[in-house]
């Protein structure tokens, strides 16, 4: 079965710093690769995907993963961190030529230091 | 456009108590989801249904029952809740079908379920 591997479950950087929040995945065929974004009270907010194609994917807010078959990775990456990006990230796979579920990792939440 | 809606957003029972967490979503999905979220643990899949009138264990079914009564709702029930069972409880939906595409899952806004 697949699964997710978030380092850190905590990570922080000041404002106007580069942002990299790890994940690393296991699956046995190409997965679906997804990053989801929480603030404080709320339901999960998709930040991005990939499924197919393109293997640097751009998502809301300026941030950006990139699917890396060899290193099975799918690290999240923003240029510039803003106050308002601190919130709780969570990786998650999806395998649709299995059980098609979506397994998510265990989250990394981002404190942005002014 | 409502998405995923699940009721009610609060509740506190007292151990030994049954209730029933209700979802329903509007995207004519098929697949949909009840999760657990716990500080430090992420999300954990309860129970997931691929289609109308199937459902399969995930993670951390123990303690739960489900019922996929149609496309639309699937009700996730604690039939005698035990305060290991406090969390955050979201429901999410998906459409997994290579013929139909695939989508993201998208979540209700959690309903958070305090046991005492």
């Known amino acids: 079965a697949q699964s997710v591997t978030q380092l850190g479950s905590h990570v922080s950087v000041s404002e106007g710093a580069l942002v990299l929040l790890r994940c690393n995945y296991s699956s046995s065929v190409p997965p679906y690769l997804f990053w989801y974004v929480q603030y404080p009270n709320q339901g999960l907010q998709l930040l991005l995907k990939y499924t197919t194609g393109a293997t640097l994917v751009k998502g809301i807010n300026g941030f950006e993963a990139e699917f890396k078959k060899s290193e099975t990775s799918f690290h999240l990456t923003k240029p510039s961190a803003h106050m308002s990006d601190a919130a709780e990230y969570f990786c998650a796979v999806s395998d649709l030529n299995r059980d098609d579920k979506i397994i998510f990792g265990k989250g990394t939440r981002l404190h942005i230091l002014p | 456009n409502a998405g995923v809606t699940q009721t009610p957003k609060f509740q506190v029972l007292k151990t030994g108590q049954s209730m029933t967490l209700q979802c329903a979503q509007d995207?004519?999905?098929?697949?949909m989801y009840w999760y657990r979220q716990d500080p430090g643990m992420g999300l954990r899949l309860i129970y997931y249904?691929?289609?109308?009138?199937?459902?399969d264990k995930g993670e951390v079914p123990n303690g739960y029952n489900v019922s996929r009564l149609n496309k639309r709702e699937f009700s996730l029930r604690l039939e005698s809740a035990a305060p290991s069972q406090t969390s955050v409880y979201f429901c999410?939906?998906?459409?997994?079908?290579?013929?139909?595409?695939?989508?993201?899952?998208?979540f209700g806004q959690g309903t958070r379920l305090t046991v005492v």
């Open positions: 999410a939906s998906s459409e997994e079908s290579r013929d139909r595409g695939y989508t993201e899952a998208f």
């Open positions: 995207m004519n999905h098929n697949s």
């Open positions: 249904s691929a289609s109308e009138g199937t459902t």
